[in-house]
């Protein structure tokens, strides 16, 4: 127990992060809040309507549903590609004698890059007049049947928008769990490996339980991430076509800044945040029970 | 908790408008002779035009020798020529009745709802003031007109949109050019055939697809066709609506656009066109500069024309009507309109049609000529003498007319509609649902 004069130092040193906090976080959520029970353009006079926004999102909008759906498609093909990625090379990474620094640096490499650079890039890369790389590089494998306008064709549109989003951040949750895997102590894994532990058991036996509290924040981070993702679909589709690459956030931007339907646009805004926060506590909820039993 | 910015981004602009939510514009937008002192200071001009384009190098100009008898005058031009973006940027200054003293917009449902609400100056008058209004080609006028007849933008250009052809491929491909709109669809599959992309189009940007969707109507049921539609009043399952759905079938069945097109820009398209891969493209006369003079491409130079909008049988809309804009137009803050602002539009206005005309470009006024540059081809002057033969009808682009929910819900059918991936059936229920959704809250 801290003693009276210190915690009130504590006090006084964590009161300005919070206001902070409390006006950038707190004061516009709750203003969304407010506004989603209103109709209003911006210019026109404020209007109280109650529920109706609420009723007319989870009941009314075809596209609400559409770019909710999509935003899971795009989160789960997000997730797959940076920690599957991530863990796959960091497993890779510590079993190499050589090279690792080389490596670590340009798996991070697309990171640091701006986004909209990536989103350009990949626009080119998935052209197919003139032809991209990947077109090209179907065409000299011989699988030319499969080139396509990746962008363009409805089917692939929302795996060919999030597979930037989890490439460029792979490198990152590599290193993060890479630090993580360094950490497991080696004689526990020797002492396995004398019982006659094969690779596989050493992973899921010794490994991955001993990097679990990372794995639970990077598989949190990555999430939250991946449910505000908005900068690479609107740069390279802006949710087309049609809405086959509209997300949940591209799809409240358009409708409070080119529909000026500001009420809606927060109504979409709270349940995207209600969505984080159920996304956060399932996988909480998730993990622990994995862990006990 | 970073997740909760973005939300946080989207309150803290309603926020900054709710705060400028008070105070309305105090001054009458009717009232354009302000008495009084003529007080030098900076005004702003809002605008959504090419950054060292003919309009915003002239006005530059003009601001600085206006400047040298108002010492402290200063004209602060700020451009965001992205369109998508200018029209976001807009809407939440007004939203937060921060606008400045002058500002770009179209003859939008919105913007016509700023003009209700006093908030831009009755340009009519304005013009009318400043003795200049009958300067103005009446086209043009009409174009930056609200449905009411009202005028509260001024026009700083005058574009006529063709379809820009080369010559060659249509003749490998044996045909011709297109004597009817319905003619279209089977050019498309000859040319496809020849192995030659039909029509190239910037898909990424979306209106230009969107002006094929009002080519039908006007020819078949004339400009009220749109004005209806979007109030609700006329429907796609109309005749005329069916025709132009139908039509937008075919073209897309006939693969008339580029493989892909929907994620191609703006300088893709002009780039398939000026490099002989495209026969076809369907541009206005700003971009004479790059179609009509030395600067274009040698190999295909001497085979690029152009041809008008075609008519169709039975078209209630003559040949030498089509899409004539004078683009985006400039609003005058009621707010902020001053002796100042009154006098600094008096001396620009009257000086700037012979400083545009002199850069090759059509003025928005009939006082002046078109110098024709020294490095043009013929066709520059064919293009600019097409402007002294309109009739008195033109096509409107329905960007600038449907509101913006219907707009936006518009762009996206009409690429699945084009790729294939819906029914004309499905576009034509889900627009005319959309449009029964919408209009009523901009149009009532």
Known sequence: MLPNRSRLSVLVFLLPPLLLYGVAVLFPIMQSLFLSFFSWNGISDMEFVGLANYVRMLTGDDIFWRSFFNALGYLAICLVLQLGGALLVASLLTSMRRGRELIKTLYLLPAVISTVAIAFLFVRIYSIEPVGLLNQLLHWIGLGALERPWLSDIHTVLAAVSAPEGWRFTGLYMLIIYAALLSVPQELEEAARLDGASRWQLFTKIRFPHIMPVWITTTIMATTYGLRGFDIPYLMTNGGPGQSSELLTTYMYKTAFTSTDFGYASTIAVFIVVECLVAVGLILFMLKRKADA | ?444
């Not at chain 2, 009958?134 to 379809?163: N, T």
């Not at chain 2, 297109?178 to 030659?196: E, F, H, Q, V, W």
């Open chain 2, 1 to 444: 908790m970073k997740k909760l910015f973005r939300t946080a981004a989207v309150a803290a602009a309603a926020a900054l408008a709710l705060a400028g939510c008070g105070s309305g514009g105090a001054s009458d937008p009717s009232n354009v002779s302000p008495t009084g002192e003529v007080k030098a200071r900076e005004i702003s001009w809002l605008l959504s035009r090419p950054a060292d384009g003919a309009v915003i190098n002239i006005m530059k100009k003009l601001a600085d020798d206006y400047a040298k008898d108002h010492p402290g005058f200063s004209l602060n031009l700020i451009t965001t020529p992205d369109r998508p973006s200018y029209i976001q940027k807009l809407e939440t200054l007004a939203a937060a009745n921060k606008l400045p003293e002058l500002f770009d917009t179209d003859a939008t449902p919105f913007a016509q709802q700023l003009a209700k609400q006093g908030k831009m100056v009755d340009a009519e008058k304005l013009l009318k003031s400043l003795d200049v209004y009958d300067d103005y080609r009446p086209s043009a006028l009409d174009y930056q007109r609200f449905d009411d007849g009202s005028l509260h933008m001024i026009p700083f250009q005058f574009e006529l949109e063709f379809v820009w052809y080369n010559k060659a491929l249509l003749q490998k491909a044996g045909v011709s050019v297109p004597k009817s709109l319905d003619d279209l669809p089977a050019m498309c599959t000859a040319l496809r055939n020849a192995g030659i992309t039909p029509i190239a189009i910037d898909g990424q940007d979306q209106w230009p697809l969107e002006r094929y969707v009002a080519y039908q109507p006007f020819r078949d049921a004339g400009p009220d066709f749109i004005q209806k539609l979007k109030k609700g009043e006329a429907k796609f399952s109309d005749p005329a609506g069916k025709k132009t759905v139908e039509w937008l079938a075919s073209l897309g069945k006939a693969k008339c656009f580029q493989d892909g097109f929907s994620s191609q820009g703006y300088s893709d398209a002009q780039n398939q066109f000026t490099s002989g891969q495209a026969a076809m493209y369907n541009i206005g006369t700003w971009e004479l500069p790059s179609l009509a003079t030395d600067k274009l491409n040698p190999t295909v130079r001497d085979d690029i024309d152009f041809f008008t909008l075609p008519t169709t049988e039975g078209s209630v809309t003559a040949a030498n009507e089509f899409v004539s804009p004078s683009g985006i137009g400039m609003a005058v803050n009621a707010k902020t309109y001053d002796p100042l602002v009154s006098d600094f539009l008096k001396f620009a206005l009257e000086k700037y049609p012979s400083e545009y005309a002199a850069t090759g470009a059509l003025s928005p006024t009939t006082n002046v000529e078109t110098a024709v540059p020294a490095n043009a081809t013929p066709l520059y002057k064919k293009a600019l003498e097409m402007a002294n033969d309109l009739g008195d009808e033109q096509a409107m682009p329905w960007d600038t007319q449907l509101d913006p929910t219907t707009n936006g819900r518009l762009q996206q059918e009409l690429v699945l509609l084009v790729q294939g991936n819906i029914t004309p059936e499905q576009f034509t229920s889900t627009m005319d649902s959309t449009i029964a959704q919408n209009a009523p809250k901009f149009f009532k």
